[in-house]
């Protein structure tokens, strides 16, 4: 055994012996092993669990059920069974389902030790997209270690008719004079099935459709019939963003109407950017500036006569100045121009678009529309 050679070493551990025998107190080696780690400053040691005594269990015999593939046309329904396994009586304060699922009110809400029940579930797919879902059903009860219990309905939904490309008609830009066509597929689980109209709401330019002949198509072992609809954008003539609805009906009386939102714009020969043109963080009685190009798609010539403020109602804004200059690329009028755009800041907070008007002699745009956006702090 190594003998200790400091002197000063032997007596401190002689003394630490003495203090801790004196003292009553275990050494690590010697203690019980629950207490061999001494707890953490300010560590409050856990409350001993305290006795639940009898109580009510709710026990479900399973706690989700899948319907697997269903046409999303009806209602479909499911019980769930479950049992009280405690040692006292279970009561259920309340059961209720998320949305498009409901559960009727229950024949009981008291259940004796180990009598059995059931939960009757009534789930409503209309209106939902295809694809899986899951609805869930929240059940409130006295059992004291599960006081709530989630139950879960599961579907694969199938569409009653099937519209491809997704449901959204986007002719995304057209330029002006130009026409543009979209084709959409319909499919119906009809044997018969068929397109009996197709129409449009709002105002604006008269969209036409041309309605297929059904065909025959199989899809995963299911005969089904799909029918091609055309959407014909005329030769654009009126220079706009547009939304409207295109309502197509069928001869399903599950689904006798489709309505798909339609979307697009309508592009002038003048092509201005950026649209917006951001003057970014202003200090209050600070000088800002930026440009934009203004220039024509076609590469026809044209002219600024010049770039009009909009007073905005109810609103000061900061008066703007515009430089315009041609791009020269070659003999003749320009088809480009670059708007130096200037002002001051106001002695105030401001964060506002201030819109302003290009004039040009551009037939049919004499009037093109640019925004200026300044935020003042």
């Known amino acids: 055994m190594a003998q200790l050679r400091n002197p000063a070493l032997m007596v401190f551990v002689a003394g630490a012996a003495l203090a801790a025998a004196a003292s009553g107190q275990t050494s690590p080696q010697n203690a019980p092993a629950g207490d061999r780690l001494p707890p953490r400053p300010n560590q409050v040691a856990p409350e001993a669990p305290k006795p639940v005594g009898p109580a009510g269990r709710f026990t479900p015999t399973a706690k989700t059920h899948d319907f697997g593939r269903i046409l999303a046309d009806k209602a479909v329904e499911h019980v769930f069974r479950f049992k009280n396994t405690g040692d006292a009586n279970l009561i ?16 009981k809400t008291e259940y004796a030790p180990g009598e059995e029940g059931e939960i009757k579930v009534v789930f409503d797919p209309k209106g939902k997209a295809a694809g899986k879902v899951q609805q869930r059903i929240t059940v409130v009860s ?23 490309p997704a449901r959204l008609v986007a ?41 297929g002949t059904p065909e025959p198509v199989e899809i995963n072992g299911e ?32 689904e006798k109407e489709i309505r798909l939102p339609v979307m697009g714009e309508v592009l002038g020969d003048i092509d201005v950017r950026p649209l917006r043109v951001s003057m970014g963080l202003v200090a209050r009685e600070a000088q800002f500036s930026n440009t934009a190009t203004i220039s024509s798609r076609s590469g026809k010539p044209f002219k600024i006569k ?38 001051k800041a ?32």
């Open 92 to 107: 259920i304060t309340s059961a209720t389902g998320s949305c498009h699922c409901t559960v009727p009110a229950l024949a």
């Open 142 to 164: 006295n059992d004291p270690t599960s006081p709530t219990t989630s139950l879960t309905l599961e579907a694969d939904l199938m569409a009653i008719v099937t519209v491809e």
């Open 171 to 211: 002719f995304g830009q057209i330029a002006k004079g130009e026409s543009k066509t979209l084709e959409l597929n319909l499919t119906g689980r009809l044997e018969n099935f068929e397109i009996t109209g197709v129409t449009f709401d709002g105002t604006g330019e008269e969209i036409k459709s041309i309605i």
């Open 223 to 254: 005969k089904m019939k799909r029918v091609n609809v055309k959407l014909v954008y005329p030769p654009a003539k009126r220079i706009e963003r547009f939304q409207r609805n295109v309502i197509i009906t069928t001869n399903d009386a599950r």
């Open 306 to 343: 010049g770039i009009k403020q909009v007073a905005s109602p109810g609103r000061s804004d900061p008066e703007l100045k515009f430089d315009v200059k041609p791009v020269s690329k070659g003999a003749g009028e320009p088809a480009e121009y670059t708007i130096a755009i200037e002002g």
């Open 346 to 377: 106001p002695n105030e907070g401001f964060r506002s678009i201030i819109d302003c008007e290009v004039l040009t002699d551009m037939s049919g745009e004499e009037t093109v529309k640019m925004g200026v956006y300044l935020v003042v702090r």
